[in-house]
């Protein structure tokens, strides 16, 4: 007889004997019930092996309960059947650790399935533990419920007055008419004579919700876990997420596609993640899948067109594919199909970046006629102004942007009071300047620097506010000390002040910094003649011409 007759038989007779062994109404289910248990095998993410428990399978689906601390680490996980089918584990469904319980989805065609009991056991009733899979000449341990608890909404933890057969953890508990009650838990003291069970339903009602993402149940188990039910938990479980294991998030956007088909997110997020990492045809099929499944089309094609904006930008592609002409297309048909004014703003920003300043312009300051209006967007179409050398019709729209604001000025105003300081600055227009730049001051205290000051002492030179333009080198002197430029116009000033000799010394400081800087040699030759040191102050000033400054030049003949 060939051996695997042989053990096949074996096998068949020593199922007999455990079938002989128990009831006949418990015999016409146990076969059943016996299909439906799968052994679950854990492993980490290096692929070592974890844990060996049970589970059974709950529903056609391929939904199988487990026990959770088998999960606890696990990036990988099987399920395998009676006839040692070998079935991978798609997603983790529920999970809970405080009852150590968990749901799982496994890919399965036409699993076994232990029907759900109807009605919940009561005291004295008799349940059966089923033994683990491999345990084959294993039998039904008989148990009688002897406590009857709830907890939740009103699940059943029952007590049985049994030790828990050997390697049962999470073993199926049925009824008399081989209905699944629960799974066995053991008990928490080693050597106890009594088994636990806690309710299937219980099990199969837990599920994933948004902040399963951050619950340490969830994120202690490494498989992918089911997305939640409702779309808008769905997209906020995969934000999360975090997108530091791409391959995971792309998995999950295209769960999210699978399960919701009609809604723009997963197409969106999937296209502007692939994109971002240069799989650019791979973007484009995520974008036109929901296309052709009739998902929103104007938040589709706004998402090509940022994506599409952002790559032409950094590749300089002005038209074809990828460019800013397709990223304007994709722009105009959003807004044709939706006139949001987010995407008229979008147009405004291609627009500004193929050099139309005019259409820029427009969109910018239609932006301001809606609920988006803010300082930003005249600021924008200052900009388009700046851009065709219209410097007043520029300040008028700066103007607009301040005046978005009231005084006193919180923190948001100070970047439009810097873009129309540089502006009055332009134009000559100096005190203005000045104000503007002390209210930015003002709002950004702890936050400007060396240039900054020396920028405002240039302004405060020119209307003669010389004290205050000393001050602000000082400053700028104190955040960048090896800078010779802003020490030589700190000597410059103090020069203009009259405190010739601070002058002279931070000059020659200028020079230490810097010995072939030829405007400190100028300044140290002026300050030196002042003192009537005519002699060093023409060796400093050709030094100086030497260095290629013609004021020097002049200056040395000129005595």
């Known amino acids: 007889m060939h051996p695997y007759h042989h053990t096949h038989r074996i096998i068949l007779l020593t199922m007999a004997m455990a079938l002989a062994t128990l009831p006949a109404a418990a015999q016409k289910w146990f076969k059943r019930a016996r299909k439906a248990q799968v052994n679950i095998i854990t492993y980490d993410a290096s692929g070592q092996l974890l844990h060996s428990t049970n ?56 699993p076994a399935v232990i029907e759900s009991a109807p009605q919940p056991p009561v005291l004295g009733d008799e349940l059966y533990i089923m033994p683990y899979l491999s345990n084959r000449s294993g039998v039904a341990t008989e148990a009688t419920v002897e406590e009857v608890k709830t907890f939740g909404d009103g699940y059943l933890y029952l007590t049985l007055p049994v030790a828990p057969p050997e390697r049962s953890a999470s073993v199926p508990v049925v009824n008399g008419a081989g209905q699944l009650v629960g799974l066995l838990q053991m008990a928490a003291q080693a050597g106890s004579a009594k088994s636990f069970c806690i309710a299937a339903d219980y099990v199969r009602s837990l599920h994933t919700t948004a902040l399963a993402a951050t619950s340490p149940d969830y994120r202690d188990i490494l498989i992918r876990k089911q997305l939640p039910d409702d779309p808008q938990q769905a997209a906020t479980f995969i934000y999360l997420t975090g997108t530091r294991d791409t391959a995971l998030y792309l998995a999950y956007l295209d769960d999210f596609c699978l399960r919701f088909p009609a809604e723009a997110t997963g197409y969106v997020q999937r296209g502007e993640t692939l994109a971002a990492a240069g799989r650019l045809a791979e973007a484009e099929a995520a974008w036109q899948q929901g296309l052709d499944a009739h998902a929103p089309a104007d938040e589709i094609l706004y998402s090509r067109a940022r994506a599409v904006y952002a790559q032409a930008q950094a590749r300089g592609e002005q038209d074809g594919a990828w460019s800013l002409d397709q990223a304007l297309a994709d722009a105009e048909a959003a807004y044709a199909a939706r006139p949001l004014p987010v995407y008229t703003a979008l147009r405004g920003h291609i627009l500004y970046a193929r050099q139309r300043w005019d259409d820029a312009c427009r969109c910018f300051l239609d932006v301001t006629h809606t609920n988006l209006r803010s300082a930003d967007y005249f600021l924008y179409a200052a900009q388009c102004q700046q851009m065709k050398a219209d410097t007043i019709a520029a300040l008028e729209l700066q103007d607009s942007a301040v005046a978005c604001f009231t005084k006193p000025y919180m923190a948001e105003a100070a970047p439009s009071l810097l873009v129309r300081a540089q502006t009055l600055l332009s134009l000559n227009r100096f005190r203005e300047a000045v104000a503007d730049l002390n209210e930015y001051e003002r709002l950004k205290l702890n936050d400007v620097n060396a240039n900054f000051y020396y920028q405002r002492s240039q302004a405060e030179m020119r209307c003669r506010m010389f004290q205050q333009a000393l001050a602000d080198l000082e400053r700028a002197t104190r ?6 430029v802003l020490r030589a116009e700190l000597a410059a000033v103090n020069y203009r002040l009259s405190q010739v000799d601070d002058a002279i010394v931070i000059a020659r400081q200028a020079i230490d910094l810097d010995p072939q800087f030829a405007d400190a040699h100028r300044i140290l030759g002026v300050c030196l003649r002042a003192k009537g040191l005519e002699a060093e102050a023409r060796a400093a000033l050709q030094r100086a011409a030497d260095l290629g400054d013609d004021l020097a030049r002049q200056l040395l003949t000129a005595q």
Do not use: C, H
Not at 86 to 91: D, G, R
């Open 55 to 110: 589970g059974v399978f709950a529903d056609a689906s391929g939904l199988v309960l487990t026990d959770y601390a088998s999960l606890r680490g696990a990036a990988r996980a099987v399920a395998i059947d009676e006839g040692g089918n070998q079935m991978e584990v798609k997603s983790v469904v529920g999970a809970s650790a405080l009852y150590d319980v968990a749901s799982l989805l496994v890919e399965a065609r036409k």
């Open 479 to 484: 955040l960048a000390p090896t800078d010779a």
